[in-house]
């Protein structure tokens, strides 16, 4: 089942504390950025990609899709100041499609089978995103006093890809932008038109590249791949 997929590209990477772009970080001497475009490149079923870049940044990533042979990026519109605005970005410019991805694109450790049970859901059910079940024991604080002990049964811990109908995110990133809604992920806007989000269990490997422990713990998923 066929999908195009949109990666917000446009982050600081502060948390990293890289002093650049942290998609430009290399993991195995290979730029995060390229193990993330590679796995949609790869996909057969992924018929285009949109990435949302700094305009000061678009030539660089340029010579790196041209160094790597990524071939199915199909525009590279500029970034926002928020994940939504970069998304909304993308979404403007491309054609109709069946089902649109949104991926974080310092995520580089999804495989083609949660992807493929995304499509499958979100075709038959308009929006669906991967997670994990919670491991540890929740506790809900305020003012760092702890007020409840929340049941982690019901809890997700919440990865990308989302996968939705192209025509309902579409709808609900245009709803978003005219109330001047900003909301933390996409499956949050779709929620706010009252259209159920489904979840597909997806693997704890799935981990963004945030910290630099996570660099680490990078290099360990890729030698265990090996």
């Not at 970034?79 to 991805?101: A, P, T």
């Not at 809604?181 to 799935?206: K, Q």
Request: aromatic share 6%; net charge negative; with cysteine.
């Amino acid at each position: 089942m066929r999908y195009e997929v949109v990666l917000p590209a446009a982050g600081s990477g502060k948390r990293m504390g890289a002093g650049k772009n942290k998609l430009f970080l290399l993991l195995q001497q290979k730029p995060i950025l390229i193990h993330t475009l590679e796995v949609f490149q790869n996909d057969d079923n992924c018929t285009g990609i949109w990435l949302a870049v700094k305009p000061e940044e678009r030539e660089y990533i340029q010579q790196l899709l041209d160094e790597y042979g990524i071939t199915k990026v199909k525009g590279l519109p500029n970034g926002g100041e928020e994940r939504q605005h970069s998304v909304h970005s993308c979404i403007k410019e491309m054609e109709q499609v069946d089902i649109v991805l949104v991926h974080d694109a310092a995520r580089p450790f999804i495989t083609h089978e949660i992807i493929a049970s995304l499509v499958v859901c979100a075709m038959e059910k308009g929006a669906a995103i991967a997670g994990v079940k919670a491991k540890d024991t929740m506790k809900k604080v305020r003012d760092g006093v702890i007020i409840e002990t929340v049941d982690r049964e019901d809890l997700w811990m919440i990865q990308t890809p989302q996968a939705f109908r192209f025509e309902l995110l579409y709808e609900a990133e245009d709803v978003a932008e005219k109330e001047g809604f900003l909301g933390t992920d996409e499956a949050m806007l779709v929620e706010r038109l009252g259209h159920p989000v489904h979840i597909v269990e997806a693997s704890y490997d799935n981990i963004k590249m945030t910290t630099i422990e996570d660099l680490v713990l990078g290099e360990a998923i890729l030698k265990k791949r090996a």
